[in-house]
């Protein structure tokens, strides 16, 4: 059965509260779905903030300590993201954290130290493409991993800038990039950021669900990426195109038809 990757979570550690009950609910949700591989996903920091109040998290320090409370309670799949060439050796070296995934931010996923310090760790690999990179040259990116003898890697599009405050997803890119050999994610939720509407980032949830299904039916994605919290409205990062359960239940309702259609998945096997 070929599996749809799901990569979800927390767009910023707050606390173990709230990582634990989010993180639950989706174990929980996915655990339904044999057909999905579940990814948790969160953020010790958060360093390409809007203006200088805007919430960063928790720290390396404190954020791999949540992951490891995690592990032990769910043994669940984390990834996390990195922002300095410091901070994969520092992970890596922090076993109780267990980090089964290192993300390269979008605005970063040019920088050569960043990109070869995390390809080092030998961990799987999630490429954030840049709002500003065409899907072409994304391969780029992928042969400074590759240099580092890792070859696990997946591309996550995540929109790209249209004119100043707005993104755009051009579905053509999933096929381009697909021709690289690697599992292609479709990030649902920061596709639909409104970017920079004052000292904040803005968003349009309405869109996550119709964008996410027809971007599995293109045939061409391997995953969905999302971002979720308890009460999104009270979500210290992210807010504005952040779900809530209730639509992280609904999203999974509608997207699972279309992904076993598109790949002949027998439910009964």
């Keep these: 059965m070929k599996k749809l990757i799901l990569i979800a979570g927390l767009c910023?550690?707050?606390?173990y509260d709230i990582t634990y009950k989010t993180a639950k609910f989706l174990k929980d949700l996915t655990d339904q779905y044999p057909e999905i591989d579940f990814i948790?996903?969160?953020s010790y920091d958060k360093a390409n903030r809007t203006s200088e109040d805007s919430y960063r998290g928790v720290g390396i320090s404190k954020g791999l300590e949540?992951?490891?409370?995690?592990?032990?309670?769910l043994n669940i799949k984390i990834l996390t993201d990195v922002h300095s060439s410091s901070e994969p050796d520092f992970?890596?070296?922090?076993?109780e954290g267990n980090i089964y995934a290192l993300q390269i931010p979008a605005f970063l996923c040019r920088q050569t130290d960043i990109v070869k310090a995390v390809g080092k760790t030998g961990k799987l690999v999630n490429i954030k493409?840049?709002?500003?990179?065409?899907?072409?040259?994304?391969?780029?990116?992928?042969?400074?991993?590759e240099s580092t003898?890792?070859?696990k890697i997946m591309i996550t599009e995540r929109g790209t800038c249209?004119?100043?405050?707005?993104?755009?997803?051009d579905y053509r890119s999933f096929m381009i990039m697909k021709n690289f050999g690697y599992p292609i994610i479709f990030d649902a939720t920061h596709s639909q950021q409104k970017p920079s509407q004052g000292n904040e980032t803005g968003g349009t949830t309405e869109f996550v669900i119709p964008m996410a299904?027809?971007?599995?039916?293109?045939?061409?994605?391997?995953?969905?990426f999302i971002e979720c919290h308890p009460n999104p409205s009270e979500a210290k990062s992210d807010k504005y195109n952040t779900l809530n359960f209730k639509q992280v239940k609904q999203l999974l309702k509608e997207i699972i038809p279309i992904w076993r259609l598109i790949n002949r998945v027998d439910t009964k096997a």
């Design 149 to 151: 003898g890792n070859n």
């Design 91 to 95: 992970i890596s070296s922090f076993e």
């Design 162 to 169: 249209f004119g100043y405050h707005n993104l755009v997803v």
């Design 129 to 145: 493409k840049g709002q500003f990179l065409a899907p072409e040259d994304i391969r780029h990116i992928i042969k400074k991993i």
């Design 213 to 224: 299904k027809g971007a599995i039916a293109t045939g061409a994605i391997d995953g969905i």
């Design 40 to 42: 948790f996903k969160a």
């Design 12 to 15: 910023s550690l707050e606390n």
């Design 66 to 73: 949540i992951f490891g409370e995690l592990q032990k309670e």
